[in-house]
């Protein structure tokens, strides 16, 4: 268990829709967080900085503000950001064609279910933590925080320093750098939105992320992508070889 607190910044990459039929339905639902030890916050803010204004970004780095046809943009930013930052990635990918619970059709409980899953595992990787995600709808934002806090976070005497919030980018601009992330890896994991290049970004992110899979730990074959991209597939099996 590291002891060093770690200040996690997490965002999502799809929707919590489990019709699948729907066009443009996202395949997966994808959670990433980008983690930083409290000694380089500060240059993590100054990297953020630093790339909205050398990509020319405005004041904040959001990855849906970059499309496709920016691909390369995208590679630029993420490889300045390696370069330039010590950080790791921890991703959940959700394959939403495996979910048969009646329960988890409602947004609330898929959220509560999933986010509660995806932030527990902290407690036996990291002594302290300090986890921020971006907020899912005003309305919902203090019944989630409370109900992850309670069944998710676990405290005792020896580890009274690991909180769960929900913020968003103007709050805690670090924020931005989960959401840019996030943006990255569901091009890799998401079948149905995946970029063919997503190799690009899997070769400059792969000896930083660790990825863990709901139900499987391969993602099986999409639904709505029959054709399951075998670059993707190759990519999901080198990371479980050194996940697991």
Do not use: W
């Not at 849906?64 to 959940?92: A, E």
């Not at 329960?103 to 986890?131: E, P, W």
């Amino acid at each position: 268990m590291t002891t060093q607190t770690a200040h996690i910044f997490a965002d999502e990459f799809g929707n919590t829709t489990l019709d699948l039929s729907k066009d443009a339905t996202f395949s997966h639902f994808v959670y990433a967080s980008v983690i930083i030890g409290e000694n380089n916050l500060k240059k993590a803010e100054e990297v953020r900085q630093a790339i909205t204004r050398k990509f020319k970004l405005g004041p904040v780095l959001k990855s849906s503000n970059i499309k496709d046809k920016q691909f390369d943009k995208r590679l630029q930013i993420l490889k300045f950001l390696f370069d330039h930052l010590d950080f790791t990635i921890d991703v959940l990918v959700i394959d939403k064609s495996k979910i048969n619970s009646e329960g988890l059709v409602y947004k609330r409980v898929f959220y509560k279910y999933f986010q509660t899953l995806y932030v527990s595992k902290y407690n036996s990787r990291y002594s302290s933590f300090y986890i921020t995600a971006d907020k899912v709808g005003e309305d919902f934002r203090k019944e989630l925080t409370q109900y992850v806090n309670k069944h998710g976070i676990q405290r005792e005497l020896f580890t009274p320093q690991r909180f769960f919030s929900l913020g968003d980018d103007k709050e805690e601009q670090l924020i931005q750098l989960a959401d840019f992330i996030a943006g990255c890896v569901g091009k890799i994991f998401c079948t149905s939105h995946a970029h063919e290049r997503s190799k690009e970004i899997f070769n400059i992110i792969k000896t930083r992320v660790s990825v863990d899979y709901f139900p499987y730990p391969i993602p099986a074959k999409s639904e709505v992508n029959s054709v399951f991209d075998d670059e993707i597939m190759q990519m999901n099996y080198e990371l479980v070889k050194e996940c697991y």
